[in-house]
């Protein structure tokens, strides 16, 4: 199994950014390898941010980050990063990265592989 790494957490004020990375541990897996993040909230279910395909043509996000958020991923560094623009106290959550069964454009995919997360606080 691949590990996931993720960092980049951390506190920030509404409006800010952040910028999450995510580690693989394992370069040939990640090459090939549709990624993805996932977010939980307190008291909440976890929530589909988005996923990319293996060569980062292309990404699908959730409605609720739709225009805010950016999925990229450098394959030569085994690294997929997530990027917040516009944040909102209904961000604050633990982002995870997960490797992804397959990519979708119509459906949230089932996961292969999950990181331990990172905490984000956005606060009003």
């Known amino acids: 199994q691949v590990e996931l790494v993720e960092s980049g957490g951390g506190l920030v004020q509404t409006g800010g950014s952040l910028r999450l990375s995510c580690l693989a541990s394992?370069?040939?897996?990640?090459?090939?390898?549709?990624m993805g993040w996932f977010r939980q909230a307190p008291g909440k279910d976890r929530e589909f941010v988005g996923g990319?395909?293996?060569?980062?043509?292309?990404?699908k996000y959730g409605d609720s980050v739709k225009d805010r958020f950016a999925i990229s991923r450098d394959n030569a560094k085994s690294t997929v990063y997530l990027q917040m623009n516009n944040l909102k106290p209904e961000d604050t959550a633990i982002y995870y990265c997960?490797?992804?069964?397959?990519?979708?454009?119509?459906?949230?995919?089932?996961?292969?592989?999950w990181g331990q997360g990172t905490a984000v606080t956005v606060s009003s």
């Open positions: 394992d370069e040939r897996t990640f090459r090939s390898s549709p």
């Open positions: 990319i395909r293996w060569n980062g043509s292309k990404a």
């Open positions: 997960v490797v992804l069964k397959y990519y979708s454009d119509v459906e949230v995919p089932p996961v292969d592989q």
